[in-house]
């Protein structure tokens, strides 16, 4: 098992609701309950995560390779969970964030069989759906996504400025996002643009006058990189970052005046 797959599988344990409401496009109510159970008859996988929400089982399955018999195996998991949960609904996933196209079957049509599970190629979310969101396991999740026309370097220096807030300042926590970030990031042949950011990162946090004011200063920084660069209107930027309009304006008004 690569380190991919561990990453991945912390990653998704982390944000197991979030990943499926903004992900999957799950409507999860109440309490979820992780599911950490070795299944009789099929060979127990990390990357696995199985989770009871009411009456509903939900099966995730993180992919970072095509599977060429991966609809079957999906079919084994699926009559496992049945065995044990019954009376629930089970609902499968696969979460593919491989580097190469996805080519997995996502259903058996055979011999009275009429079986199908869904796959999600993290490729085809927006970086935005995730970039943005108060965890800061999927704003890791993000290196991942569609960058679409944006700048990649833009971009990941970004990722990491959230991460760097959201973990405030916690320096052993933002290593270890960073690691995962590091990792994840050769799906997309992103290493490079990971290494210089972490380094772009620490002269802007460690050195520049803003770090030095307090926090407050960094997060109106990443607010006006995401207008300048990424082309985000001010207020979808103040309720993202939970900042005041009236004090990012004042920033901005201070900031230029500087020039």
Same mark, same amino acid.
């Given at each position: 098992?690569?380190?991919? @797959?561990?990453?991945?599988?912390?990653?998704?344990?982390?944000?197991?609701?979030?990943?499926? *409401?903004?992900?999957?496009?799950?409507?999860?109510?109440?309490?979820?309950?992780?599911?950490?159970?070795?299944?009789? #008859?099929?060979?127990?996988?990390?990357?696995?995560?199985?989770?009871?929400?009411?009456?509903?089982?939900?099966?995730?399955?993180?992919?970072?390779?095509?599977?060429?018999? *991966?609809?079957?195996? *999906?079919? #084994?998991?699926?009559?496992?969970?049945?065995?044990?949960?019954?009376?629930?609904?089970? !609902?499968?996933?696969?979460?593919?964030?491989? +580097?190469?196209?996805?080519?997995?079957?996502?259903?058996?049509?055979?011999?009275?069989?009429?079986?199908?599970? =869904?796959?999600?190629? /993290?490729?085809?979310?927006?970086?935005? =759906?995730?970039?943005?969101?108060?965890?800061?396991?999927?704003?890791?999740?993000?290196?991942?996504? =569609?960058?679409? @026309?944006? =700048?990649?370097?833009?971009? /990941?220096?970004?990722?990491?400025?959230?991460?760097?807030?959201?973990?405030?300042?916690? !320096?052993?926590?933002? #290593?270890?996002?960073?690691?995962?970030?590091?990792?994840?990031?050769?799906? #997309? @042949?992103?290493?490079?643009? /990971?290494?210089?950011?972490?380094?772009?990162?620490?002269?802007?946090?460690?050195?520049?006058?803003?770090?030095?004011?307090?926090?407050?200063?960094?997060?109106?920084?990443?607010?006006?990189?995401? *207008?300048?660069?990424?082309?985000?209107?001010?207020?979808?930027?103040? +309720?993202?970052?939970?900042? +005041?309009?009236?004090?990012?304006? !004042?920033?901005?008004?201070? +900031?230029?005046?500087?020039?």
């Amino acid at each position: 098992m690569g380190d991919k @797959d561990i990453v991945s599988k912390e990653i998704i344990k982390e944000i197991g609701r979030d990943i499926s *409401m903004h992900i999957l496009g799950i409507d999860i109510e109440g309490e979820v309950t992780l599911v950490d159970k070795e299944w009789t #008859r099929v060979e127990k996988r990390d990357s696995d995560i199985v989770f009871k929400n009411k009456n509903r089982i939900f099966h995730i399955e993180i992919q970072n390779n095509n599977h060429k018999d *991966m609809e079957l195996r *999906m079919l #084994r998991y699926y009559s496992d969970i049945l065995f044990e949960y019954k009376e629930c609904s089970v !609902e499968q996933y696969v979460l593919y964030i491989g +580097k190469k196209q996805c080519t997995m079957e996502n259903e058996i049509l055979r011999d009275k069989i009429s079986y199908k599970y =869904d796959i999600i190629d /993290v490729r085809d979310i927006a970086c935005e =759906d995730l970039l943005y969101h108060s965890n800061p396991s999927a704003v890791a999740l993000s290196i991942l996504c =569609d960058f679409k @026309d944006k =700048d990649k370097q833009v971009v /990941v220096n970004t990722i990491l400025r959230r991460i760097k807030e959201l973990t405030k300042d916690d !320096e052993r926590e933002y #290593r270890n996002y960073l690691k995962k970030i590091n990792i994840l990031s050769t799906n #997309r @042949d992103l290493e490079q643009e /990971v290494e210089q950011g972490a380094k772009m990162l620490t002269v802007d946090i460690e050195k520049t006058p803003f770090y030095r004011m307090g926090v407050e200063k960094a997060t109106f920084e990443n607010a006006i990189v995401m *207008m300048e660069q990424l082309n985000h209107s001010i207020d979808e930027i103040v +309720k993202v970052l939970n900042i +005041k309009k009236e004090e990012l304006l !004042e920033y901005m008004k201070q +900031k230029k005046e500087e020039k």
